[in-house]
């Protein structure tokens, strides 16, 4: 088996052009860019989740202008309808007929400002179109366009006038992603380039939707080896025969993982999956699936915590022969 091939060297080359586009307006911020773009790539939506002004809006923005797609805002706010999302149906007088107006979901990408702000009735309007990609209406069905990504926000801190994402919802985001605080050379950076400092308005996109899918289809082909198969699981498993977790990880979540480590191959410039590409996103799109007991949670347990076990106690395959 070869580890690269022309096409593997020109994806890993395009990925780092999308990385190096979101890179100008978040400093500092490799890591956490580069699995932003892996769940753009995999078809998936992403949740970040921190604290106030360390750039949760600037990232989602800066994933939708970096490639020529078609992308809307939407503010949650506890007022904000499921119609205000999906669409409505209106009466047109003059035809006699209802015609249906798109809501703001029928987008290549929706930024969902502080997502945790809507009513638990406007959240549960997402839950089709995030797994299966349409919007039913007056049982007529629509379809959003391909590719498709929720890229939503919320504060973790702010607990008045939220709520809490269900676990329904939570396992339909690829992953969750932290932004942090800068370091402090990042930081200091940010304050001296501030007057020149490049910004989300003044980002030109980097490759047309048609290079995206091209992308996107050309993850499919990468092989993944029954013992890399076999590897994502375990690691699912472990998190369900926790004696802590009251929830484990979905079998959508071990999907979820594979087209993951799927993109993080392609990203490297390699045709098949390695036990280190399932490593590197496993946190990331584990974790927020997990539900633990009460009583773990007041010993001061995390998911992330469950997950690193996990990582180091499903024991590592030794070939990726296919």
Request: glycine residues 6%; proline residues 6%; contains cysteine.
């Amino acid at each position: 088996m070869t580890t690269t091939h022309p096409d593997a060297d020109y994806f890993a080359h395009r990925f780092e052009v999308l990385t190096g586009s979101v890179a100008r307006v978040i400093q500092g911020k490799d890591d956490v860019i580069r699995q932003a773009v892996i769940c753009m790539l995999a078809e998936g939506h992403l949740l970040i989740e921190d604290v106030p002004g360390v750039g949760k809006t600037t990232l989602a923005r800066a994933l939708a202008a970096t490639v020529e797609l078609t992308w809307n805002r939407i503010q949650f706010t506890p007022d904000l309808l499921p119609s205000d999302v999906t669409g409505v149906s209106v009466f047109n007088q003059a035809t006699l007929q209802f015609e249906f107006r798109p809501g703001a979901i029928f987008a290549n990408i929706v930024v969902g400002d502080e997502i945790n702000r809507a009513s638990p009735k406007t959240q549960s309007a997402l839950l089709e179109v995030m797994e299966e990609g349409t919007v039913t209406t007056d049982a007529v069905i629509y379809t959003v366009p391909r590719p498709f990504m929720v890229v939503a926000t919320q504060n973790p801190i702010d607990m008045e006038g939220t709520y809490q994402l269900p676990e329904a919802q939570l396992d339909r985001f690829l992953m969750r992603l932290s932004v942090g605080y800068p370091s402090p050379e990042a930081e200091a950076m940010v304050l001296r380039s501030e007057k020149n400092a490049a910004t989300v308005d003044g980002l030109l996109p980097v490759m047309s939707s048609d290079d995206l899918l091209a992308m996107i289809d050309q993850i499919k082909t990468v092989e993944v080896a029954p013992a890399i198969e076999n590897y994502v699981i375990a690691l699912s498993q472990f998190t369900r025969r926790a004696p802590e977790v009251r929830l484990g990880v979905s079998p959508r979540g071990s999907l979820a993982l594979l087209k993951a480590a799927r993109a993080t191959a392609a990203a490297a410039g390699r045709s098949f999956v390695t036990p280190e590409d399932v490593k590197a996103v496993a946190t990331s799109v584990l974790a927020h699936r997990i539900l633990l007991r009460p009583e773990a949670e007041l010993e001061g347990r995390t998911n992330s915590e469950l997950v690193a076990r996990a990582l180091q106690g499903v024991p590592v395959p030794r070939t990726v022969a296919s």
